[in-house]
Every structure is written in structure tokens, then in C-alpha cells.
């Protein structure tokens, strides 16, 4: 049960980061966007290779004890690619300009934090009194349904932080710290989509702020259903529940770093920016498991 609230409390941690995002979005005078290449290469190389050095043998091993070796590792690579399915389509119903992986440029964001910036022609930012009451009824909508598409694709990322925590919240701690580096340019670039939709700076705050609390929601239903339908008395979770639930987790993982992390390190970051990122992630990972055995 201690190990409960850790995992919870490291969840909750890593979706701050949103509202980390947020604040840089609405209250820096410039985004460093430099930082942002670093933190989210550093964050992929974290996921990558805790993903397939310790997540996924994680799985074999207790899926293995369950099914024998052979069909151990078969449920294991369905389990993997199960979790990249899942967080695919996640990611595809999501629409592009309310993705919030979708990265946006400087002068997209500068109106956030300052009046006197232009608004990008391509979004329908205008005075209110430009608009009638059904224009901003509609506008609004489209700023809940972008909070609400955002909430959605966080939750997988709560499950995968909670899940390692859980299980050992040492590894926890580094993947909590690599999903909040993650979160920060997500974070702003929620605001974008909500603060063109809304035209209002308090609300995209609050949206982008509060759609970071959906990673510990996610990760709570998740574990109350686990523990309705498949824990045992002690409410335990079955080892092959378990080992399943570690190879869905590393695929997600991967995914994101793969269509996520690593494509949007690229856009913010300069020359060897976003490799530094990478294998410096993946170095500190290794040294936390080193100092774990």
C-alpha cells in the first residue's frame, strides 16, 4: 500500500508538467526553445531504453512464470505492440490542430503572453464584439473539446508512469521526472489551440493546467478496475496481468518517444540539440539502475 501512494504521488508529479508548460506559455517573455529540444530528447532517451532494457523484460519475466517460455514471450510482444496500437489510435482520433503534440512556432505562441504581439492569420483570435453569440458558443465548444481530447491522450502516460512506480519506485522516480520534461512543451502547446478557440488567457490556463491532472486520473481507473475485476483478496494484481500490463506500458512509452519526443525535439531544437538530449536520458537511466542493484 505504501508503494500506492508513492506511484500515485509521482503521477501526479509527472502531470504538472503541464501546468509547467502552461505558465511558460502565458507568463516568460520568451520560451526557451533551445531548453525544450534538450528536455524532450532527454526524455525520450529515458523512455527508450528503460522501455527495452528493464519495462519489457519486466514483462517477459513474470509472463514466462505464468504461461512457460514460449507462450510467455508471445503474449509479451502482443502485449508491446498492443500498447502502441492502443496509444496510436489515441493519438489519431485526436484532430491535428487540437493534438497537443503538435508543436507551434514562436510567433504562435508570443500572443499568449503579449498583447501587443499579432495574431497569426491562420487563427480567428478577434475583439468579442466581432463575434455573434453563436460564434462564441462555437468557439468555446471547440476549447472544451480540445481540453477534453487532450485529457484522453494524458491518460496512457498516467498508466505508464503509475504502473512503473508501483512496481518499483525507483524507476518510478526517473520515468515520473521524464514524463514532466515531457509535459512542459506539451503544456504550452495546449494553450495554443484553447486560447485561439477562447480568445481567453485565465481559461486556456486553467484547461491546460488542469488537462495535467488526467495522468493520475487515468491511472487510478485503471488500477480500481484492475483491482474490481482481477485482483485477489489481498488485492494484489495476478502476475500475467501484471506482465501484460509492463509490455503495454512499454509500447506507449515508445510510441511516444518515437512520433512524439523525438519529432518534436527536432523542431525546437539546433544542430546536435536533440541527440545531446537523447543519450545524455539514456545515461542517467542506466546510472539509476546501476545504483539500483
Given at each position: 500500500?505504501?508503494?500506492?501512494?508513492?506511484?500515485?504521488?509521482?503521477?501526479?508529479?509527472?502531470?504538472?508538467?503541464?501546468?509547467?508548460?502552461?505558465?511558460?506559455?502565458?507568463?516568460?517573455?520568451?520560451?526557451?526553445?533551445?531548453?525544450?529540444?534538450?528536455?524532450?530528447?532527454?526524455?525520450?532517451?529515458?523512455?527508450?531504453?528503460?522501455?527495452?532494457?528493464?519495462?519489457?523484460?519486466?514483462?517477459?519475466?513474470?509472463?514466462?512464470?505464468v504461461y512457460g517460455?514460449?507462450?510467455?514471450?508471445?503474449?509479451?510482444?502482443?502485449?508491446?505492440?498492443?500498447?502502441?496500437?492502443?496509444?496510436?489510435?489515441?493519438?489519431?482520433?485526436?484532430?491535428?490542430?487540437?493534438?497537443?503534440?503538435?508543436?507551434?512556432?514562436?510567433?504562435?505562441?508570443?500572443?499568449?503572453?503579449?498583447?501587443?504581439?499579432?495574431?497569426?492569420?491562420?487563427?480567428?483570435?478577434?475583439?468579442?464584439?466581432?463575434?455573434?453569440?453563436?460564434?462564441?458558443?462555437?468557439?468555446?465548444?471547440?476549447?472544451?473539446?480540445?481540453?477534453?481530447?487532450?485529457?484522453?491522450?494524458?491518460?496512457?502516460?498516467?498508466?505508464a508512469t503509475f504502473?512503473?512506480?508501483?512496481?518499483?519506485?525507483?524507476?518510478?522516480?526517473?520515468?515520473?521526472?521524464?514524463?514532466?520534461?515531457?509535459?512542459?512543451?506539451?503544456?504550452?502547446?495546449?494553450?495554443?489551440?484553447?486560447?485561439?478557440?477562447?480568445?481567453?488567457?485565465k481559461k486556456a490556463?486553467?484547461?491546460?493546467?488542469?488537462?495535467?491532472?488526467?495522468?493520475?486520473?487515468?491511472?487510478?481507473?485503471?488500477?480500481?478496475?484492475?483491482?474490481?475485476?482481477?485482483?485477489?483478496?489481498?488485492?494484489?494484481?495476478?502476475?500475467?496481468?501484471?506482465?501484460?500490463?509492463?509490455?503495454?506500458?512499454?509500447?506507449?512509452?515508445?510510441?511516444?518517444?518515437?512520433?512524439?519526443?523525438?519529432?518534436?525535439?527536432?523542431?525546437?531544437?539546433?544542430?546536435?540539440?536533440?541527440?545531446?538530449?537523447?543519450?545524455?536520458?539514456?545515461?542517467?537511466?542506466?546510472?539509476?539502475?546501476?545504483?539500483?542493484?
Open positions: 500500500m505504501d508503494n500506492f501512494w508513492i506511484a500515485l504521488g509521482l503521477t501526479v508529479f509527472a502531470g504538472m508538467g503541464t501546468g509547467v508548460g502552461a505558465a511558460i506559455a502565458f507568463f516568460a517573455k520568451r520560451t526557451n526553445f533551445r531548453f525544450l529540444s534538450i528536455a524532450t530528447g532527454f526524455s525520450a532517451g529515458v523512455m527508450l531504453y528503460v522501455s527495452f532494457v528493464e519495462i519489457f523484460f519486466k514483462g517477459v519475466d513474470s509472463l514466462t512464470k517460455d514460449k507462450w510467455g514471450h508471445w503474449v509479451n510482444a502482443g502485449s508491446f505492440f498492443g500498447g502502441i496500437i492502443l496509444i496510436g489510435l489515441i493519438d489519431n482520433l485526436i484532430p491535428e490542430a487540437e493534438n497537443p503534440h503538435e508543436t507551434h512556432t514562436e510567433k504562435e505562441t508570443a500572443p499568449l503572453h503579449d498583447d501587443s504581439a499579432p495574431v497569426p492569420d491562420c487563427y480567428p483570435v478577434k475583439p468579442s464584439t466581432e463575434f455573434s453569440k453563436t460564434d462564441i458558443k462555437k468557439l468555446n465548444r471547440m476549447g472544451l473539446f480540445t481540453a477534453i481530447a487532450i485529457t484522453i491522450h494524458n491518460f496512457p502516460e498516467g498508466l504502473m512503473a512506480a508501483l512496481e518499483n519506485p525507483s524507476l518510478g522516480i526517473t520515468i515520473a521526472v521524464a514524463i514532466a520534461l515531457h509535459n512542459i512543451p506539451e503544456g504550452i502547446s495546449v494553450s495554443v489551440p484553447i486560447f485561439y478557440a477562447t480568445g481567453d488567457r490556463f486553467i484547461y491546460s493546467f488542469l488537462s495535467g491532472l488526467a495522468e493520475p486520473v487515468g491511472a487510478l481507473i485503471a488500477y480500481v478496475i484492475l483491482l474490481f475485476f482481477v485482483g485477489g483478496e489481498n488485492g494484489a494484481i495476478p502476475p500475467q496481468i501484471t506482465g501484460i500490463l509492463f509490455g503495454i506500458v512499454a509500447g506507449i512509452m515508445v510510441y511516444i518517444s518515437v512520433d512524439e519526443l523525438l519529432p518534436t525535439s527536432r523542431a525546437y531544437g539546433k544542430g546536435h540539440d536533440s541527440i545531446i538530449g537523447l543519450v545524455a536520458g539514456m545515461a542517467v537511466m542506466e546510472f539509476s539502475l546501476l545504483l539500483m542493484k
